[in-house]
Structures are given as structure tokens and as C-alpha cells.
């Protein structure tokens, strides 16, 4: 490894020239991501697909396991590669097609971090700017996202992604958006929902969901796909969203408790409102209130039900949107 000081550019033959050829004629892509992000979805998997052989996305916070990594595989780094990757790079590196280290952001200069919030500079120094070496000793091609990294970065001989649009992220996708409206009170709902949402996001696509919660609810569910946690809003401002943002089906379990006892149905308000069937415990103050399948639909307090139900009405359009409608027209609207 040659010695020169971390941010300074290297020597112009210290990568391998930045062309995709060996990436071309891999008998795989291997992409190594932390997860789905902006640059991953929007340049650099459009960009590899266009490639021609099969691209693999794998997610780098993972330890590798045997088998993810073959002879004649191309890998490339999406920024930032963990210390159990780095020692699977290096055990098949003989046999790599090849490998590249691809940057959508500056991550190397030093100056530049500083400008950033001291926790995020850290992860960079940590994850990028220190593995500079080692991607210089195993060979690396660098990839960048930007006519800016190219010029500053020329030394490196980088290839410059072109812009290859997304296949599919552009068109709309209809989405049938599930709501839980809970607030801090409905602590245990929330926790119950987790498992019956995290297996409704498995077993189908088309669903998305919206939850309100602090940090630690968006903590809970941040790794279910397709969920977002809104933070809670004073009344008068959820009101104006909900107004604006129509839902499709609305959940609203409520497991038994002394306070829970003496709740109103104020769900079967807010999902009427939303234009939204909803999904209730059998139990008050619902029973009784919610003509079960006219204008929402009474479950037992178990999982299974609920996750099976929630299936059921997403493919069932036309149903959901009768039950939705009667709501509302207990609501007197239209």
C-alpha cells in the first residue's frame, strides 16, 4: 500500500481505469448497500441492470453468508462496507471479475466533513474515509455519481455513472394505504400491531402503511418496507391532514385494559372522515356501534384474524369501499 496522506488524491495509476468492461463481461453484479437508498434506486441498480449480466442487491449491514460471493462475480460498494464484508471480499478477491467502490457524496475530504453534524462526519471518517486504503489495495475501480467527484477525485481515474432512468420507479403505483392512528396512549396496540403489520408486509406488495408515534415507534418500525411514521401533530393540524390524505382501510385494535374500557369510538370518526373502512376489535366501545360488515368490520383480538382480514379487503376493492361509504354516511356525508 502506498503511503500518502488520507484525502489527498493518488497516484493516477492507483485504480485500475474506471470503465465498466470487466463489470460487462461478469458472470454476475454484486451490489453491497445498507439498505435501499435514493442513489441505490435512482442511479447505480438502473445503471447495473442496463449492464446485461444479473445483478444481486445485497444489504452490507448483514454479516455475508456462504455462497453470496462466487467466482466471476463483479462487486460493487455502495459507499460504505462493513469489516465482515471486507474480510469476504479479500478471501474471493483472486477470483472477482472485479471490484468497484461507487460515491454519490464527497466522502473523502476531510474539509468537507467538517461542514457536516458531528455524528454523520463520524460515520463517514469511520465507514469511507478510513477504508480509502483498502480499497486501494484490493485493486478497486472508483465509480462517482457527479461531473464534481470526476474532476476532483481525477487522479483515481473514475468512471462517471450516466444517468440511466429507473425502470418502473417512475410510473405511479397504487398502493392500498392501511392507517393506525394511535397515539401514546395506545402504547400496547402498537406494540400488539407490529408482528400483524410486519407479516401483512410480507405476504403482500401493495400495501402501505401509516402510523403516528415518537422516535421510539419510528425506531420499531423502520425496517418493515413500505411504513412511515409520522410525528404526532396538535389536533388542529391533524385535522388538515386528514383531510387531505385519504386511507383506504383503518385499523384500530384495542386490547383490554381499565383504561381502554372507557374509550368513544373516535376511530370509526377518523376513518370515516379518511374515506376509509375500518378494521375494529370486537370489543367496546365498537361492538355494538360498528354494524359488523355494513359499516366496518368486528375482529377478535388474535393476530392471525387481523393479518388474514387485512388480506382479504386489499384484494377486496369494491367491499372496502362500500363499507367506507356507509361510515360516512353515518357521518351524514356523502
Known sequence: MWRRLLGSPPPRDA???????????????????????PSGDYLLAPFLASLGPALVRLDARAAPRAGQLLPGDF???????????????????????????FLDDDLLDPQALSELAAPYARKIRRMALSQRPWFE???????????????KYAGASPFQLPFAPPQGLATPR???????????????EIDWLHPVLAAVQQRSEETHVELFGELPVNRRF???????????????????????????????????????????????????????????????????????GVDGVL?????????EAILR??????????????????LGAS
Open 15 to 37: 485504480f485500475p481505469q474506471g470503465t465498466p468492461d470487466q463489470a460487462k463481461a461478469a458472470s454476475r453484479l454484486v451490489l453491497l448497500e445498507e439498505g435501499r437508498t
Open 75 to 101: 462487486v460493487v460498494v455502495q459507499r460504505y462496507l462493513h469489516a465482515p464484508w471486507r474480510a469476504a471480499i479479500e478471501r474471493h478477491r483472486p477470483g472477482l471479475a472485479g471490484l468497484a467502490w
Open 137 to 151: 489495495q484490493m485493486g478497486s475501480q472508483w465509480w462517482v455519481a457527479t461531473e464534481a467527484l470526476a474532476t
Open 174 to 188: 397504487p398502493l392500498v394505504k392501511l392507517v393506525y392512528h394511535g397515539t401514546a396512549s395506545h402504547q400496547a
Open 222 to 292: 423502520r425496517d418493515l418496507p413500505r411504513v412511515a411514521v409520522l410525528h404526532p401533530m396538535r389536533w388542529e393540524n391533524y385535522l388538515a391532514h386528514t383531510a387531505s390524505h385519504p386511507a383506504d382501510i383503518g385499523l384500530a385494535p384495542l386490547l383490554p385494559s381499565r383504561f381502554n374500557a372507557a374509550r368513544g369510538p373516535v376511530k370509526f370518526i377518523d376513518y370515516a372522515r379518511q374515506g376509509a373502512m375500518g378494521l375494529y376489535s370486537r370489543a367496546a366501545p365498537y361492538e355494538g356501534f360498528v354494524h359488523d
Open 299 to 307: 375482529l377478535p383480538n388474535d393476530p392471525d384474524a387481523w393479518i
Open 313 to 330: 379487503w386489499v384484494a377486496d376493492p369494491t367491499g372496502r369501499r362500500a363499507l367506507a361509504a356507509a361510515a360516512r354516511q353515518r
